[in-house]
């Protein structure tokens, strides 16, 4: 089976599409509801999507305009990060829900540990009565599955430690060159799965001459590579592009990759991104 379809199990069971496709950075209106539509005609049956884009209601109407049936596809949305208690999440949620034109979502995720405009706050309190909320919407069968974005191992612990439900999932940047070592460990302990955003490392890891070469070798492109890595790791890559051609190019994933060429792409170390 073409790795497009394939799932991975989440620790509640729930199944997850391998390759999500990723929104971040995709304008609303026309732009994010072409490239949503795109990539559903092109297979992908998960779409990662949140608050903070602003293009939840283009990413609804496409979805809805596909014909596709709601149960096929597997729709995430994420908490602002900036609202860090119970009744505001509840609210939050149900706002997502109109833009999305949805009646539950897949899975729903705090979008990072702290506000974006104040990152490394201590906002522990915040997060656990968020989550609560987050639980809260899991048992009324609101969402299929529930977890985090961002979140490092000091963060998960202290939900761990004052919630009931394991999260399902931890969303964070994944690509080759990154060190997530403690996180993804501490992960694979306690059953939450890693969904790897910016997969191509929003598209600067693409530059990188041994992944080229690499690429290469498997007569890939290095888009290809960047995604096949991250699932020879056991993540689920969240590719993003607004191009037909590579909508298309970043499903085209069914190789393996040997290990001894993964220890070449680990042996890459450094963070490509560049903010302008
Ligand atoms: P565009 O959206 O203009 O097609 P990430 O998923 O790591 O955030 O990376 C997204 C960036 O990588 C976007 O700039 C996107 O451009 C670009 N991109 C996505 N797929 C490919 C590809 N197959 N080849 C080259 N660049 C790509």
Known sequence: MKTIKQTYTLNNGVKIPKIGFGTWQIE?????????????????????????????????????????????VFVTSKLESHIKSYQETLDAF???MIELNLD?????????????????KDC???????????????????????????????????LLDHTTIVPQVNQIAYFIGIDQKATLDFCQDQAIFIEAYSPLGIGYLLENKIVQEVAHKYA???????????????TAPLPKSVTES????????????????????DAIKGDPRRWN
């Open 28 to 72: 609303p209106g026309k732009n994010a509801y072409d490239a949503v539509s795109k990539a559903l005609k092109h297979g992908y049956r998960h779409i990662d999507t949140a608050a903070a884009y602003r293009n939840e209601r283009s990413v609804g109407e496409a979805l809805l305009d596909s014909g596709i049936k709601r149960e096929e």
């Open 94 to 96: 149900d706002q997502t």
């Open 104 to 120: 539950y979502l897949d899975l729903y995720l705090i979008h990072a540990p702290w506000p974006w405009n104040a990152m490394g």
């Open 124 to 158: 522990k309190e915040g997060n656990i009565a968020a989550y609560k909320a987050m639980e809260k919407l899991y048992r009324e069968g609101r969402v299929r599955a529930i977890g985090v974005s961002n979140f490092n191992p000091d963060d998960l612990q202290n």
């Open 220 to 234: 890939v492109t290095p888009a290809q590579l960047a995604i096949r890595w991250c699932l020879e790791k056991g």
């Open 246 to 265: 590579r909508i298309i190019e970043n499903t085209l994933v069914d190789f393996v990759i040997a290990p001894e060429d993964m220890k070449t792409l």
